[in-house]
């Protein structure tokens, strides 16, 4: 097959991108995206600054015009993301306890219904862990109001659509050895055990000189599919572009019968949150990047 979408869809995985609605204007943008992608998440726009700005009033205009354009060019669609510590609205950062943990379930509950079957699987929480050695929960807001948030948030989502796939999504849990994938292992198993809905777990999988790729990467995702859950990889970049490396990914995935896709952070360079990298697999001008055969290449078997 000679576009990533298609070289994924061989083994029924799908090949995704971050699509960010600012750019849906620029046809060199959307040329590309339409041409190789068939899932899209949306890079800011489903996030809860972007979907609740005010308390109560719910705002699904740019998550919509991404959603959209997705659907109409024939692709599936994850959700991201629905709690999380970062890009809070203001109302939501003030608050704490019972309140902020009320305001969680609304939102989830609140975008959940607006997409109500039509997305295939959603980032319930993401981000819950803690950087460094510890282990531990992050502090955050919504931590602090209690261990239980992320179960709540998951029971939640599943009430609100019971057809999406339900994920826990984090970065730097692509490392077997490293403490923060072990914590998130011992948190699924945990849900699994108790029958907490889980379906998925994300790994961003931003590899930088700070979280370089692991040829153990391929462990942590048969470990975590071992427990029972569906993994995928949600938002890869890759500093310098490494074309060995994106191979190596690529692989890692379809080693596992239960990886069900890739979504790079991203289209060209210049898209990137971390442009400086050029960690993505096309160039500013459109033109494809040598880590771009290799993905394909590694698609197609080779
Ligand atoms: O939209 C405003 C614009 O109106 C304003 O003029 C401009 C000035 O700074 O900011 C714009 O918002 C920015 C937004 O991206 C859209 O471009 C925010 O400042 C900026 O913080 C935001 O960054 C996003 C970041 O998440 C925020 O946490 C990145 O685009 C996005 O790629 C990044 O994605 C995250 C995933 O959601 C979770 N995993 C890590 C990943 C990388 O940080």
């Not at 179960?151 to 989502?157: D, G, I, L, S």
């Not at 970065?171 to 998925?200: H, L």
């Not at 890759?238 to 490396?245: E, F, H, V």
């Not at 360079?269 to 960690?279: E, N, V």
Request: with cysteine.
């Amino acid at each position: 097959e000679s576009t990533l979408g298609a070289a994924a869809a061989q083994s029924d995985r799908y090949f995704g991108v971050a699509i960010a609605s600012g750019r849906l204007g620029d046809s060199v943008y959307t040329n590309i995206a339409n041409r190789e992608f068939n899932s899209v998440t949306a890079e800011n726009e489903m996030k809860i600054d972007a979907t609740q700005p005010q308390r109560g009033q719910f705002n699904f205009t740019a998550g919509d015009r991404v959603y959209n354009w997705a659907v109409q060019n024939g692709k599936q669609v994850r959700g991201h993301t629905l709690a999380w510590h970062s890009q809070q609205p203001g109302w939501m950062q003030s608050l704490s306890g019972g309140e902020l943990r009320q305001a969680m379930i609304d939102h989830i509950n609140g975008v959940m219904t607006h997409y109500r079957g039509r997305i295939v699987e959603w980032d319930v929480v993401n981000e819950a862990f803690a950087d460094g050695g510890s282990g531990a929960r992050r502090d955050s807001n919504l931590q602090r109001t209690g261990n239980d948030w992320i179960e709540v948030a998951f029971r939640t989502a599943r009430a609100a659509d019971p057809a999406a796939k339900l994920c826990y999504n984090d970065y730097n849990v692509e490392n077997w050895n490293a403490a923060k994938t072990q914590a998130m292992y011992a948190m699924v198993r945990d849900f699994k055990q108790r029958g907490v809905p889980i379906d998925c777990v994300g790994f961003q999988a931003h590899f930088n000189e700070g979280n370089p790729y692991n040829s153990n990467f391929r462990t942590t995702l048969e470990s975590f599919a071992a427990l029972g859950v569906d993994v995928s990889v949600t938002e890869l970049d890759i500093q310098g572009a490494s074309p060995t490396t994106y191979a190596n990914v690529t692989n890692d995935c379809l080693a596992v019968a239960r990886c069900v896709g890739i979504t790079v952070w991203g289209v060209r360079d210049s898209d990137s949150w971390r442009s400086h990298h050029t960690p993505l697999l096309f160039n500013n001008d459109g033109s494809k990047k040598p880590a771009y055969d290799a993905v394909l290449n590694a698609l197609n078997g080779g």
